[in-house]
């Protein structure tokens, strides 16, 4: 029999040690551009318990990862809890739905009602499509909601937003009073890029925070999407015209560098 070891450090013992119990509360909570709330970043501890979770068939690792979430939402808000689902092909090739394990724990701890309510309309799989794929999204239905009920909608990864958005539009158009939804992680890219797919960016590199720890600081203030542009300028402006890059320069600036003179 394999030797049980800690999903964080790999110590032996516990699917996850005290020490890191502990450095999983500590984790700072996070909200992305598009206004999803995360229990952490998608990063060293959180990264590899989700990758435990969803890869690697450590399903008790939900129950910590729930436990953070909970700390993160205000269940008097609530009525039900359901989640996003994945596909129905890797749900059956992993044996379980790491989205539902995650919203099964955190209505236990609850002590809420928890049932599926989302279905995908073609079984798409979120992981190892393009980013641009990935805008669009995969699109649900939802079961019709009698006694319109406040949604909490689960997901183990925030990348785009796009998944738990259209789960909150299907909710909503069943009949939902209100769409609550959070994920156990958020990668450092959803802090500051939009969900939706948007006209190209002049000078994307330099609108993105330097590091991962100024992505969760600045937040949704480091986005582009502010920029003040209009459609017709932004058409005329190409990256190699050093004269219209001057030209826009200062709508810019306020948006990117306070100090710039
Ligand atoms: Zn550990």
Known sequence: MLMKRCAGCGEPGAELCRRCRFALVAA???????GIVAATQFVGLSKDLVIGLKFRNQRRLAHHLAEQLSRRLDPTQIDIITWAPTSRRRAHRRGYDQAELL????????????????FRRHGQAQTGRT??????GPSFDSRPLRNPPRVL????????????????????AA???SVVLAAVAATPDSLNRPAQVRPAQVRPAQVRPASNSTAAMAGPLSSSTTTPYSPTASAAVTLDNT??????????ASNLVSASS
């Open 175 to 177: 009949g939902a009073r």
């Open 28 to 34: 700072p909570p996070v909200t992305t551009s598009s």
């Open 131 to 136: 980013r641009a794929d990935r805008l669009h």
């Open 103 to 118: 919203a099964r724990a955190l209505a236990a701890r609850w002590r809420k009602p928890c049932r599926r309510m989302l």
């Open 153 to 172: 909608v689960i997901d183990d990864v925030v990348t785009t937003g796009a998944t738990l958005l259209a789960a909150r539009d299907a909710l909503l």
């Open 243 to 252: 004269s219209s890059r001057k030209a826009v320069r200062p709508a810019t």
